[in-house]
Protein backbone atom coordinates (compact mmCIF):
# COMPACT_ATOMS: atom_id res chain seq x y z
CA UNK A 1 0.00 0.00 0.00
CA UNK A 2 1.08 3.43 -0.99
CA UNK A 3 -0.24 6.61 0.27
CA UNK A 4 -0.73 9.83 -2.91
CA UNK A 5 2.60 12.23 -3.36
CA UNK A 6 1.55 13.89 -0.25
CA UNK A 7 3.60 14.37 2.79
CA UNK A 8 1.19 12.98 5.56
CA UNK A 9 2.29 14.57 8.99
CA UNK A 10 2.00 12.40 11.80
CA UNK A 11 2.12 13.90 14.95
CA UNK A 12 2.57 11.89 18.29
CA UNK A 13 1.58 13.31 21.66
CA UNK A 14 3.29 10.78 23.45
CA UNK A 15 2.13 12.46 26.83
CA UNK A 16 -1.30 13.09 28.16
CA UNK A 17 -0.68 16.55 29.11
CA UNK A 18 0.47 17.60 25.77
CA UNK A 19 -1.52 19.67 23.66
CA UNK A 20 -1.12 19.47 19.64
CA UNK A 21 -2.18 23.00 18.16
CA UNK A 22 -2.75 23.32 14.99
CA UNK A 23 -3.64 19.69 14.26
CA UNK A 24 -7.04 17.70 14.97
CA UNK A 25 -7.04 14.44 17.65
CA UNK A 26 -8.12 10.62 16.51
CA UNK A 27 -9.46 8.13 18.58
CA UNK A 28 -5.09 6.69 18.45
CA UNK A 29 -4.36 8.47 21.95
CA UNK A 30 -2.75 11.92 21.32
CA UNK A 31 -1.86 11.02 17.54
CA UNK A 32 -2.97 13.95 15.72
CA UNK A 33 -2.51 13.98 11.96
CA UNK A 34 -2.85 16.87 9.49
CA UNK A 35 -2.05 16.11 5.32
CA UNK A 36 -0.19 18.83 3.95
CA UNK A 37 -0.22 19.61 0.05
CA UNK A 38 3.16 19.87 -0.44
CA UNK A 39 4.75 17.13 -2.89
CA UNK A 40 6.74 14.08 -1.85
CA UNK A 41 8.06 10.96 -2.48
CA UNK A 42 5.00 8.17 -2.69
CA UNK A 43 4.18 6.70 0.96
CA UNK A 44 6.66 8.96 2.13
CA UNK A 45 5.68 9.57 6.26
CA UNK A 46 6.90 12.45 7.72
CA UNK A 47 6.76 12.16 11.00
CA UNK A 48 6.62 14.87 14.21
CA UNK A 49 6.71 14.02 17.60
CA UNK A 50 5.44 15.94 19.72
CA UNK A 51 7.25 14.95 22.82
CA UNK A 52 10.99 14.19 22.28
CA UNK A 53 12.47 14.20 25.51
CA UNK A 54 15.32 16.03 26.71
CA UNK A 55 17.66 14.10 28.38
CA UNK A 56 17.49 9.74 29.11
CA UNK A 57 16.43 11.19 32.71
CA UNK A 58 13.23 12.81 31.03
CA UNK A 59 12.80 9.57 28.87
CA UNK A 60 12.68 7.38 32.18
CA UNK A 61 10.46 9.62 34.11
CA UNK A 62 7.63 9.75 31.55
CA UNK A 63 7.17 5.99 30.90
CA UNK A 64 5.96 3.91 33.12
CA UNK A 65 7.20 0.91 31.69
CA UNK A 66 10.65 -0.64 30.52
CA UNK A 67 10.52 -3.38 28.31
CA UNK A 68 12.61 -6.26 27.00
CA UNK A 69 10.93 -7.76 24.49
CA UNK A 70 10.66 -10.01 21.61
CA UNK A 71 8.30 -9.33 18.04
CA UNK A 72 6.03 -12.45 17.17
CA UNK A 73 3.35 -11.43 15.08
CA UNK A 74 2.93 -8.49 12.49
CA UNK A 75 -0.96 -7.44 12.35
CA UNK A 76 -2.84 -5.02 9.85
CA UNK A 77 -4.89 -2.70 12.13
CA UNK A 78 -7.50 -0.22 10.71
CA UNK A 79 -6.45 2.78 8.64
CA UNK A 80 -6.86 6.09 10.81
CA UNK A 81 -8.69 8.58 8.46
CA UNK A 82 -7.02 12.26 7.81
CA UNK A 83 -9.70 14.27 9.89
CA UNK A 84 -8.31 17.39 7.97
CA UNK A 85 -8.47 16.38 4.57
CA UNK A 86 -11.16 13.88 3.27
CA UNK A 87 -10.14 13.01 0.32
CA UNK A 88 -6.44 11.93 1.28
CA UNK A 89 -5.74 8.05 1.59
CA UNK A 90 -6.47 6.40 5.08
CA UNK A 91 -3.20 6.11 6.99
CA UNK A 92 -2.49 2.16 8.03
CA UNK A 93 -1.84 1.17 11.09
CA UNK A 94 -0.04 -2.34 12.50
CA UNK A 95 -0.68 -4.49 15.81
CA UNK A 96 2.74 -5.32 16.82
CA UNK A 97 2.35 -8.81 18.85
CA UNK A 98 4.73 -8.69 21.54
CA UNK A 99 6.62 -11.31 24.84
CA UNK A 100 8.18 -9.39 27.18
CA UNK A 101 11.28 -11.01 27.96
CA UNK A 102 11.92 -8.65 30.98
CA UNK A 103 9.75 -5.83 32.26
CA UNK A 104 12.58 -3.36 34.44
CA UNK A 105 10.00 -1.55 35.93
CA UNK A 106 6.78 -4.65 36.70
CA UNK A 107 4.11 -2.59 35.25
CA UNK A 108 3.39 -4.92 32.10
CA UNK A 109 1.60 -8.44 31.40
CA UNK A 110 3.80 -10.79 29.95
CA UNK A 111 2.12 -10.86 26.35
CA UNK A 112 1.21 -6.93 25.20
CA UNK A 113 -0.06 -5.25 21.56
CA UNK A 114 1.88 -2.22 20.50
CA UNK A 115 0.01 0.11 18.31
CA UNK A 116 1.88 1.45 15.65
CA UNK A 117 1.48 3.97 12.24
CA UNK A 118 2.45 2.32 8.57
CA UNK A 119 1.85 -0.84 6.91
CA UNK A 120 3.91 -2.45 3.97
CA UNK A 121 5.72 -0.36 1.62
CA UNK A 122 5.14 2.55 4.14
CA UNK A 123 6.33 3.46 7.16
CA UNK A 124 6.84 6.54 9.40
CA UNK A 125 10.00 8.40 9.73
CA UNK A 126 12.21 7.20 12.48
CA UNK A 127 9.71 4.29 12.94
CA UNK A 128 10.83 1.09 10.55
CA UNK A 129 8.60 -1.96 10.47
CA UNK A 130 8.73 -4.43 13.14
CA UNK A 131 9.82 -7.95 12.24
CA UNK A 132 9.17 -11.21 14.28
CA UNK A 133 11.75 -12.66 16.26
CA UNK A 134 13.60 -8.93 16.28
CA UNK A 135 13.94 -7.58 20.01
CA UNK A 136 13.91 -4.37 21.40
CA UNK A 137 14.59 -2.83 24.79
CA UNK A 138 11.52 -0.22 24.81
CA UNK A 139 10.30 2.53 27.26
CA UNK A 140 6.50 2.53 26.79
CA UNK A 141 3.11 3.34 28.62
CA UNK A 142 -0.37 2.15 27.68
CA UNK A 143 -1.98 3.97 24.73
CA UNK A 144 -4.99 5.98 26.19
CA UNK A 145 -8.31 7.31 24.89
CA UNK A 146 -9.39 9.88 22.11
CA UNK A 147 -9.83 12.11 25.76
CA UNK A 148 -6.95 10.99 27.11
CA UNK A 149 -8.33 10.28 30.41
CA UNK A 150 -8.12 6.21 30.46
CA UNK A 151 -6.46 3.23 28.90
CA UNK A 152 -7.35 2.75 26.01
CA UNK A 153 -10.03 0.02 25.32
CA UNK A 154 -8.18 -2.09 23.33
CA UNK A 155 -5.15 -2.81 25.28
CA UNK A 156 -3.06 -1.38 23.00
CA UNK A 157 0.50 -0.07 24.72
CA UNK A 158 3.08 2.41 22.72
CA UNK A 159 6.24 3.92 22.50
CA UNK A 160 6.70 6.77 24.73
CA UNK A 161 8.96 8.72 22.23
CA UNK A 162 10.85 7.41 19.26
CA UNK A 163 14.05 7.53 21.27
CA UNK A 164 12.62 4.87 23.44
CA UNK A 165 12.98 2.10 21.09
CA UNK A 166 16.16 0.53 20.74
CA UNK A 167 16.87 -2.91 18.89
CA UNK A 168 18.91 -5.07 20.36
CA UNK A 169 21.55 -6.91 17.62
CA UNK A 170 22.90 -10.21 17.25
CA UNK A 171 25.76 -9.01 19.01
CA UNK A 172 23.28 -8.32 22.07
CA UNK A 173 24.30 -4.32 21.47
CA UNK A 174 21.30 -1.78 20.96
CA UNK A 175 20.53 -0.03 18.13
CA UNK A 176 19.60 3.50 18.12
CA UNK A 177 16.64 3.81 14.99
CA UNK A 178 16.38 7.61 15.48
CA UNK A 179 19.49 10.20 16.07
CA UNK A 180 19.43 12.65 19.50
CA UNK A 181 20.72 12.72 23.29
CA UNK A 182 19.14 9.86 24.60
CA UNK A 183 19.94 7.46 22.18
CA UNK A 184 23.45 8.62 21.42
CA UNK A 185 23.65 7.76 25.01
CA UNK A 186 22.61 5.02 24.99
CA UNK A 187 23.72 2.96 21.60
CA UNK A 188 26.04 0.24 21.54
CA UNK A 189 24.59 -0.55 25.12
CA UNK A 190 23.34 -4.26 26.36
CA UNK A 191 20.07 -4.41 27.57
CA UNK A 192 21.13 -4.26 31.15
CA UNK A 193 23.50 -1.44 30.28
CA UNK A 194 20.73 0.23 29.62
CA UNK A 195 18.02 -0.22 31.98
CA UNK A 196 20.22 0.17 34.66
CA UNK A 197 21.86 3.87 32.93
CA UNK A 198 17.92 4.80 32.57
CA UNK A 199 16.94 4.08 36.11
CA UNK A 200 20.20 5.36 37.73
CA UNK A 201 19.46 8.75 35.23
CA UNK A 202 15.83 8.67 36.93
CA UNK A 203 16.78 8.11 40.44
CA UNK A 204 19.45 11.17 39.83
CA UNK A 205 16.44 13.35 38.76
CA UNK A 206 14.15 12.86 42.02
CA UNK A 207 17.43 13.76 44.01
Request: proline fraction near 7%; charge should be negative.
Amino acid sequence: MSLPRTIATLIFAALASVCVSLALRTASDGLAQDSAGSAGEPGELVVEWAYRPTDLADLAAESPALLYLEVTGVRQGPAEASPSDVSAEAIPTQRIDVRVLRDFRGQAPSRLTLYKLGGPGVQPEGDPAYSVGERYLVFARRRLTADETAPNPDGTWIATAPDGRMRELGSGRLQALIEGGVTERLNGATVSEAAAEAENARVEATR
